[in-house]
């Protein structure tokens, strides 16, 4: 049982294929207060994703509207597709319960723009080695996919002193435990700012 007042928003960003997903669902089975920010994307659904589940699966054209709406908290292009957050779920969901986003750099640096946010930043890495066998053992994405990700890999760390937490995910249980602690600081003593690398 957590005893914090104010509900926080947990940003885990990594590069492509260091297993946030898996880790993303691990911490929601945990804390049932949390609910996963699931974001807008012009991406094609993968055989495994389900729509409104894993993503809002949209077209360009309506990514498009969004964003000249103003809908978005934040939005990125990734990998030749787009990404963003809708401020509506955001702004309801927290009055009620925590959120964890899985997003990237771009995403992170938009949404620290809004100060009134209680956001913890997190950064996993991993290394490069370790990282090309998970992107193809996980088998979802294309050769040429896979060949743009592990490449980007580079450019996305360059970003990790954004963020208040870097954690090495070597072992997926080490790095669960490490985010427990994380959410539980935060959540019983929020003011303690020391904890953060920043
Ligand atoms: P994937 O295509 O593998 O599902 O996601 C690719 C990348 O997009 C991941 O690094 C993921 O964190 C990021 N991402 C997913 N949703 C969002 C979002 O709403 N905003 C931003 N900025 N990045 C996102």
Same mark, same amino acid.
């Given at each position: 049982?957590?005893?914090?007042?104010?509900? #926080?928003? $947990?940003?885990?960003?990594?590069?492509?294929? $260091?297993?946030?997903?898996?880790?993303?669902?691990?911490?929601?089975?945990?804390?049932?207060?949390?609910?996963?920010?699931?974001?807008?994307?012009?991406?094609?659904?993968?055989?495994?994703?389900?729509?409104? $589940?894993?993503?809002?699966?949209?077209?360009?054209? %309506?990514?498009? =509207?969004?964003?000249?709406?103003?809908?978005?908290?934040?939005?990125?292009?990734?990998?030749?597709?787009?990404?963003?957050?809708?401020?509506?779920?955001?702004? =309801?969901?927290? %009055?009620?319960?925590?959120?964890? +986003?899985?997003?990237?750099?771009?995403?992170?640096?938009?949404?620290?723009?809004?100060?009134?946010?209680?956001?913890?930043?997190?950064?996993?890495?991993?290394?490069?080695?370790?990282?090309?066998?998970?992107?193809?053992?996980?088998?979802?994405?294309?050769?040429?996919?896979?060949?743009?990700? +592990?490449?980007?890999?580079?450019?996305?760390?360059?970003?990790?002193?954004?963020?208040?937490?870097? #954690?090495?995910?070597?072992?997926?249980?080490?790095?669960?435990?490490?985010?427990?602690?994380?959410?539980?600081?935060?959540?019983?003593?929020?003011?303690?700012? +020391?904890?953060?690398?920043?």
């Amino acid at each position: 049982m957590l005893h914090g007042k104010e509900n #926080i928003m $947990v940003i885990l960003s990594s590069p492509s294929g $260091v297993g946030k997903t898996t880790l993303t669902k691990k911490i929601q089975q945990k804390y049932k207060n949390f609910k996963i920010s699931v974001s807008h994307t012009t991406r094609t659904p993968r055989s495994n994703e389900v729509d409104g $589940v894993d993503y809002h699966f949209v077209s360009k054209k %309506k990514f498009k =509207e969004l964003i000249d709406e103003k809908k978005f908290y934040e939005h990125a292009k990734i990998f030749e597709n787009y990404y963003g957050t809708l401020k509506k779920y955001v702004d =309801e969901t927290i %009055k009620e319960n925590d959120i964890l +986003f899985d997003i990237d750099w771009q995403g992170t640096k938009q949404l620290s723009k809004y100060t009134n946010l209680n956001l913890i930043k997190i950064y996993l890495i991993t290394n490069k080695a370790e990282l090309k066998s998970r992107l193809i053992k996980r088998n979802q994405n294309t050769d040429e996919e896979i060949k743009k990700r +592990f490449n980007s890999f580079d450019e996305d760390i360059l970003h990790w002193n954004d963020y208040d937490y870097i #954690i090495i995910n070597k072992n997926l249980e080490n790095c669960f435990r490490q985010i427990e602690k994380i959410i539980e600081i935060n959540k019983i003593t929020p003011n303690i700012s +020391f904890q953060k690398t920043q």
